[in-house]
């Protein structure tokens, strides 16, 4: 009986200690000056803003954090009260748990799509070498595979690895990898529209974002920087520094058109 049950016991700590969570809530402080990294706070629900100001993922295993600010990812071992950085751009730097600003000015709104852990974890492990933040080669040593796994986890409601799908199918449809640096003309493809539409309609705000930047290389440009207002209405800064570029060009492609009709 005490072996029955100590097997037992054994068992819900391995099945735990396997399932991935969101469940660290809170706000955590670098006390050194000009760190790159200076704050990290965490809503419980696997969304987490950087430096007060830009918005990021995460999810826990095994005892480490691990936060996604955009393709990369940071690694955290997680101590009383505190989290200590152990991979690359965070080695070494500790963050202890403290009181949030209270400077509203500095304070951005957590986002609101739903993020699975278990399903952010296996795209992590799907993009780098397990425990590390080492980019693994899927993606160059079978596209094909790595591909429908992104789709798998997009039709599961993943919208990070919707993102992903829509820019490998981007490139596919473009001429695939080895063309990825050569200038091309753009091929319209209603698959981009229909992956991007599918982040909208999961309530993350990166579809616009992604539609945007799609019509904007298809020529449509008011399309565009329609899709850029509602994305950075909602406080997407790359959306707002999409849209500043494209008025920028085209406040310079009419300074030229002026300055030759003379």
């Not at 950085?85 to 748990?97: E, F, H």
Request: charge should be negative; include cysteine.
């Amino acid at each position: 009986m005490k072996l029955a049950i100590a097997l037992i016991h054994f068992i819900s700590l391995t099945s735990f200690a396997q399932t991935a969570t969101n469940e660290i809530n809170g706000y955590f402080k670098n006390s050194k000056k000009d760190e790159l990294y200076s704050s990290f706070h965490f809503n419980g629900k696997g969304h987490a803003i950087i430096n007060d100001s830009y918005p990021a993922e995460y999810f826990i295993k095994n005892n480490l954090l691990y936060i996604f600010p955009d393709k990369s990812v940071f690694i955290f071992k997680i101590e009383k009260n505190k989290i200590k950085g152990i991979s690359n751009w965070v080695d070494k730097q500790i963050y202890k748990q403290t009181n949030p600003p209270k400077n509203t000015d500095l304070e951005i709104d957590f986002e609101s799509y739903i993020i699975d852990p278990e399903l952010l974890y296996q795209y992590y492990t799907l993009n780098f070498n397990e425990g590390t933040d080492e980019a693994s080669w899927n993606v160059f040593e079978d596209s094909e595979n790595y591909t429908t796994k992104l789709q798998d986890l997009c039709n599961k409601g993943l919208t990070t690895a919707c993102g992903a799908l829509f820019g490998m199918t981007f490139i596919t449809s473009n001429g695939g990898l080895e063309s990825i640096f050569e200038t091309k003309e753009v091929t319209q493809n209603s698959e981009l529209e229909t992956i991007a539409n599918k982040i909208i309609a999961l309530n993350d705000n990166r579809g616009y974002l992604l539609l945007g930047t799609y019509y904007f290389s298809l020529g449509e440009t008011e399309k565009a920087k329609q899709l850029l207002i509602e994305a950075s209405e909602n406080g997407n800064v790359q959306a707002a520094l999409k849209l500043f570029e494209i008025e920028l060009l085209e406040t310079l492609n009419e300074q030229t058109d002026q300055e030759e009709a003379f």
